[in-house]
């Protein structure tokens, strides 16, 4: 056996040849197991400003008008938008790009999902790190240039592919390292999505602040050091990826044995090419895009929501939306921002702490709760309104946007629960789809629907109410998706001949076959770097959550 060989099981991989192959990172024994999660959050952190994308759009509204933007003539519509130097572009415009992050994501995670399996995480989070932060300097190419076409390729489409295996590169390497805590793993890394924005918001603002001139307002030299600075991140963690060798379970803990027609936690494994034709990928797929259709919906139009239901009762005026001034229409969107920091906060804790629970409760039982506790909620938010009750009105929408998070967290290890862990990532890929889908429902219903009652004469502050029942009707339709789950038929899951060909596929081995019984050499993680890698994702994160926090702080002063 060679040194190298050695080391690359020891370490993961320190052979320059296939430095980034699956095969180079298998974790020798005594490697520590939560070093992993922190390696997943710092991917997850950085791609999850996404959200906060809208953070750019209207400085971008005036690039070329500086104060005021300078508005394109009306024969310039959508298309010669993509390639106009002498006018600004239309915040409508921009937003084009945050639909094709959610699409591209859904479509890349579930195109490349397969390859991932096989790829390993390391690769797949180092080609993620490419298209995020390669996409951005592109962005920042067609800003300099003032060409439309140049962002929607770069962090729209490059981007987007950059989303989607970033994050989905974890999820199957963290399920296999905590077998005893599936929901807990998938919520520390999901978690960072969510919190991505509460990050990457205030820093793009603070940066754009420190770059804007008078006749720059700053968001190029923003795009290019946010590119920088993600991608040393992103790299790194991608570089931490270790899997565990093919058998290995947690010290002390033995799987727990079926139960003869109470198996919902399968020992078999299903392929990637069969679940199209499987029941319960498509009735989870329903859950999913039930559950986030609702909740993306809400969170799209919760700052006009709040500040049209509410009125001037936000800043103590009794008044309507529709009679305030223009600074009492300030200070209301003020309130609002704060409204929608608080929402944030929410959608993140709820991904940690509803995944963490789905290990208690069970995943099955915990979308029982999303949608029955979710339905009456929306149901009783026009009610809340109508009274005034405004600390109601907030809680409901808070734990709705807790459980909308906690939908995104728990989904991966019920698809391990039932499909098994072998291709789990390549699974999730493909359910992304749901996602995608939902991105497109949710909003429509709610714009649309708010857009119908404007024009039949409803007043402002009883525009939702409808839409809050047609969403509860959503989560009705989830909830019968959810009950109708039941266990995997046997003929579904891979033969062990079938198997064991994946496995040699995806270079899943054993670290004594890799290197030869007895000759283990066991390398045991310093506690002291576990903190620090926790520390270095732990630290920004802390950052987000005081920024938000002085906003929240704004809407209950």
């Known amino acids: 056996m060679s040194s190298s060989t050695t080391s690359a099981i020891q370490g993961g991989g320190t052979s320059p040849s296939g430095f980034l192959d699956k095969a180079h990172t298998i974790a020798a024994p005594g490697f520590n197991r939560w070093l992993v999660p922190p390696a997943a959050l710092a991917i997850h952190l950085c791609i999850g400003m996404a959200y906060g994308f809208s953070v750019f759009w209207l400085p971008l509204s005036k690039a070329l008008g500086i104060k005021d933007p300078i508005q394109c003539g009306p024969e310039v519509g959508f298309l010669q938008e993509l390639f106009v130097t002498d006018c600004d572009w239309k915040i409508s415009t921009l937003g084009w790009m945050y639909t094709l992050f959610f699409v591209l994501l859904g479509s890349s995670a579930a195109l490349w999902g397969g390859w991932l399996e096989r790829a390993g995480p390391r690769k797949a989070g180092v080609v993620s790190a490419l298209c995020w932060c390669g ?125 003869a027609g109470q198996a919902m936690i399968t020992h078999g494994h299903v392929h990637v090419k069969k679940v199209w034709g499987i029941p319960q990928f498509w009735l989870i797929w329903m859950v999913l895009c039930m559950n986030v259709s609702a909740g993306i919906g809400v969170i799209g139009m919760a700052s006009p929501m709040l500040q049209e239901i509410f009125g001037g009762s936000l800043i103590g005026v009794p008044q309507k939306y529709g009679d305030l001034d223009k ?80 939908g995104f967290a728990t989904v991966p290890a019920y698809l391990a629960d039932l499909f098994g862990t072998q291709m789990v990532g390549a699974i999730h890929g493909r359910l992304l789809t749901a996602w995608a889908t939902a991105g497109i429902v949710g909003p429509v219903v709610v714009n649309y629907m708010r857009d119908y009652q404007l024009a039949q004469g409803i007043p402002r502050e009883q525009v939702y109410n409808q839409t809050m029942y047609i969403l509860v009707g959503f989560l009705l339709v989830g909830l019968v998706c959810n009950l109708l789950v039941r266990p995997i038929a046997d003929h579904h899951f891979m033969t062990d001949a079938e198997l064991a060909e994946e496995k040699r596929l995806a270079h899943d081995k054993a670290a004594a076959q890799s290197v030869g019984a007895g000759t283990m050499t066991f390398h045991v993680t310093p506690k002291p770097l576990v903190w620090l890698a926790w520390a270095v994702v732990g630290l920004p994160l802390a950052w987000g959550i005081y920024r938000t926090g002085l906003s929240v702080a704004k809407f209950f002063a």
């Open 135 to 259: 996409g951005m300097l592109i962005s920042a190419l067609g800003i300099h240039l003032h060409q439309f076409w140049l962002m929607l390729l770069g962090s729209g489409v490059i981007g987007g592919i950059g989303l989607g295996l970033g994050y989905i590169s974890p999820v199957s390497t963290l399920i296999k390292w905590f077998p005893d805590r599936r929901g807990m793993a998938t919520g520390m890394a999901i978690m960072g999505f969510g919190g991505g924005a509460m990050i990457g918001s205030p820093l793009a603002a603070e940066l754009m602040k420190a770059f804007a001139t008078p006749t720059d307002v700053g968001v190029m030299p923003t795009f290019v050091v946010m590119a920088l600075v993600y991608f040393v991140f992103m790299m790194g963690g991608a570089l931490s990826y270790r899997i565990p060798a093919s058998g290995w379970a947690p010290a002390g803990w033995t799987p727990p044995k079926p139960v």
């Open 327 to 406: 600074a009492q229409l300030t200070a209301i969107a003020g309130v609002a921002a704060g409204f929608t920091a608080l929402l944030s906060l929410f959608n993140i804790g709820g991904r940690f702490v509803w995944a963490s629970l789905s290990d208690l409760l069970g995943r099955k039982l915990t979308y029982v709760v999303f949608f029955v506790l979710g339905g009456l909620l929306y149901f009783s938010m026009p009610a809340s309104a109508a009274a005034g009750h405004k600390l109601l009105f907030v809680g409901a929408v808070c734990l709705i946007l807790s459980m909308y998070g906690g």
